[in-house]
């Protein structure tokens, strides 16, 4: 059951939001906060590199990165109303809503500031509040008690267990070489780039069979004059643990091209997407969205359809 010091706080962060340009009500308040503040839990748990806005909206389905922020006011409020009515948390609870950042950047934003004690702040002392907050957010152990309190549901844990990996690990190596259906895939992309999902623009070269340096290897890349695009293919017949690692092959592969750019003193951006012959698993769903991983089912069906 959710706590009563949610509720409060998000109808009094929806109520503030009327007097401004972007009001947003209650009811759709309440599911961002839902779901944001359990992302920024993992978030900080994980130890990993500051999300940015685009990855707390594509967590919670805002629809783009200026939404990404709607339920950190309330957010703020829950956690200082628990801090105020609670004695288990004795140092204090951290406001988390810190370790957000902008694309690009690596520190997090000076975000809101609706605090007595930091309304007659300077820039520079703000900013050390919020890199003390992203400090202690990160080193907080009781995040899982704050979302017990609030009955406030943790994200689901989407990685399979161990042994099943060890399973895919012992089988996937035998495959021989790559199917018809994968080549053919593969030409088609490189011909009918539009349709596959690949949008780009000016002088482009699309290459096969692209070797990194790691000695990876990339089904296609596509380098036009502004941006690469990779493609990662997994045909029809692939099982759901192959194309998990398709997802997964599709972060590797992004990180390559970036690595490769940045090598090359470029400025262009670079992004990778998943292609499957078939549709695509319904239960790997959530785990594309994540990771932000654009995907493109179903080609087979486009490949039979007559040129226009």
């Given at each position: 059951?959710?706590?009563?010091?949610?509720?409060?706080?998000?109808?009094?962060?929806?109520?503030k939001?009327?007097?401004?340009?972007?009001?947003?009500?209650?009811?759709?308040?309440?599911?961002?906060?839902?779901?944001?503040?359990?992302?920024?839990?993992?978030c900080?748990?994980?130890?990993?590199?500051l999300?940015?806005?685009?990855?707390?909206?594509?967590?919670?389905?805002?629809g783009?990165?200026?939404?990404?922020?709607?339920?950190?006011?309330?957010?703020?409020?829950?956690?200082?109303?628990?801090?105020?009515?609670?004695?288990?948390?004795d140092?204090?609870?951290p406001?988390?809503?810190?370790?957000?950042?902008?694309?690009?950047?690596?520190?997090?934003?000076?975000?809101?500031?609706?605090?007595?004690e930091?309304?007659?702040?300077?820039?520079?002392?703000?900013?050390e509040?919020?890199?003390?907050?992203?400090?202690?957010?990160?080193?907080?152990?009781?995040?899982?008690?704050v979302?017990?309190?609030?009955?406030?549901?943790?994200?689901?844990?989407?990685?399979?267990p161990?042994?099943?990996?060890?399973?895919?690990?012992?089988?996937?190596g035998h495959?021989?070489?790559?199917?018809?259906?994968?080549?053919?895939?593969?030409?088609?992309?490189?011909?009918?780039?539009?349709?596959?999902?690949?949008?780009?623009?000016?002088?482009?070269v699309?290459?096969?069979?692209?070797?990194?340096?790691s000695?990876?290897?990339?089904?296609?890349?596509?380098?036009?004059?502004?941006?690469?695009?990779?493609?990662e293919?997994?045909?029809?017949?692939?099982?759901?643990?192959?194309?998990?690692?398709?997802?997964y092959?599709?972060?590797?592969?992004?990180a390559?091209?970036?690595?490769?750019?940045?090598?090359?003193?470029?400025?262009?951006?670079?992004?990778?997407?998943l292609?499957?012959?078939?549709?695509?698993?319904?239960t790997?769903?959530?785990?594309?969205?994540?990771?932000?991983?654009?995907?493109?089912?179903?080609?087979?069906?486009?490949?039979?359809?007559?040129?226009?």
């Amino acid at each position: 059951m959710i706590n009563p010091i949610v509720e409060i706080a998000v109808r009094e962060s929806a109520e503030k939001s009327r007097q401004g340009p972007k009001p947003i009500s209650y009811e759709k308040l309440m599911p961002y906060v839902l779901k944001t503040l359990p992302f920024l839990v993992q978030c900080a748990q994980s130890k990993e590199e500051l999300p940015t806005y685009s990855d707390v909206s594509t967590a919670i389905g805002a629809g783009n990165a200026k939404n990404a922020n709607r339920g950190f006011g309330a957010i703020m409020t829950i956690l200082r109303m628990l801090e105020e009515r609670s004695d288990r948390f004795d140092a204090g609870i951290p406001d988390i809503t810190t370790i957000v950042r902008r694309k690009g950047k690596s520190q997090g934003g000076i975000g809101v500031f609706d605090r007595p004690e930091l309304m007659d702040a300077s820039e520079a002392q703000k900013r050390e509040w919020v890199d003390r907050q992203q400090v202690l957010s990160r080193r907080f152990r009781e995040w899982d008690q704050v979302l017990a309190i609030l009955g406030i549901t943790p994200m689901n844990n989407l990685m399979p267990p161990a042994e099943r990996l060890e399973a895919f690990a012992r089988t996937s190596g035998h495959a021989s070489g790559k199917s018809q259906e994968h080549q053919a895939i593969q030409d088609w992309i490189g011909a009918h780039l539009q349709a596959a999902g690949v949008d780009v623009e000016g002088n482009i070269v699309v290459h096969q069979e692209y070797l990194f340096w790691s000695l990876d290897r990339l089904d296609v890349i596509v380098k036009a004059d502004l941006e690469w695009v990779g493609v990662e293919v997994k045909p029809s017949g692939a099982s759901d643990d192959e194309v998990r690692k398709g997802i997964y092959q599709v972060v590797k592969y992004q990180a390559l091209l970036n690595a490769e750019l940045l090598i090359e003193g470029s400025p262009k951006s670079a992004r990778c997407i998943l292609v499957t012959g078939g549709p695509f698993p319904k239960t790997l769903w959530s785990v594309a969205k994540r990771l932000n991983i654009r995907v493109i089912e179903r080609v087979l069906d486009l490949m039979d359809r007559p040129a226009i």
